[in-house]
């Protein structure tokens, strides 16, 4: 278990209470948890700030197990696993959560977990014939947008919202686009691993 896995574990454990935060029903059980009032127009509950914080920090464990491993070759098969299950339990449950109580639109989370899926299905095949798939630009860059657009959502778009923009909305489309771009590069750059 060194550091880069050590990090990997704790987006994990990280998601899991992201995941506890705003699922919980705090109001079922007794519990008020305060709201603040911006503009006199927005209503902010605390519980999503938290959960926002929370995915802002394990997105920089995202960054930082990888860039370890690699500076200090420290490169696993366990890591690579963990790394692709704790990128999933973390963005995908947030985007479910998120898209069940109304702030994104299903629309972009059925395209990027269709897509996530669909790449996933093809870095196995690949890996079975003994080649590694590499992460693309395309992939970068939507990875990017998403963690961006999920990171503003959970933080009700602001500071953009007091001045009307959805900057969250607008960076949550681009990803689904680049998803699916992505998601096409993938297939073409490893289509000869897919034929035989």
Not at 136 to 164: Q, S, W
């Amino acid at each position: 278990m060194n550091l880069p896995n050590k990090l990997t574990m704790s987006r994990i454990v990280m998601a899991i209470i992201i995941i506890l935060i705003l699922l919980i029903p705090f109001d079922n059980l007794g519990i008020t948890l305060p709201q603040l009032y911006i503009n006199e127009s927005i209503v902010v509950n605390i519980k999503y700030l938290i959960a926002g914080v929370l995915f802002v920090l394990a997105s920089i464990t995202d960054f930082f197990d990888g860039y370890i491993a690699r500076k200090y070759n420290l490169i696993t098969n366990f890591g690579k696993m963990i790394d692709a299950i704790a990128d999933k339990i973390l963005v995908n449950s947030v985007l479910i959560i998120l898209t069940a109580f109304g702030f994104i639109h299903p629309i972009i989370t059925v395209i990027i977990i269709i897509r996530d899926s669909v790449v996933n299905s093809i870095k196995m095949l690949a890996g079975n014939k003994g080649h590694v798939v590499a992460a693309i630009k395309m992939g970068k860059l939507k990875t990017a947008c998403l963690m961006v657009g999920i990171t503003l959502t959970l933080f009700y778009n602001l500071p953009f919202e007091l001045i009307n923009l959805r900057v969250s909305d607008f960076l949550l489309v681009i990803a689904s686009i680049l998803s699916v771009i992505s998601g096409f590069q993938y297939y073409y750059l490893n289509k000869e691993y897919l034929k035989s």
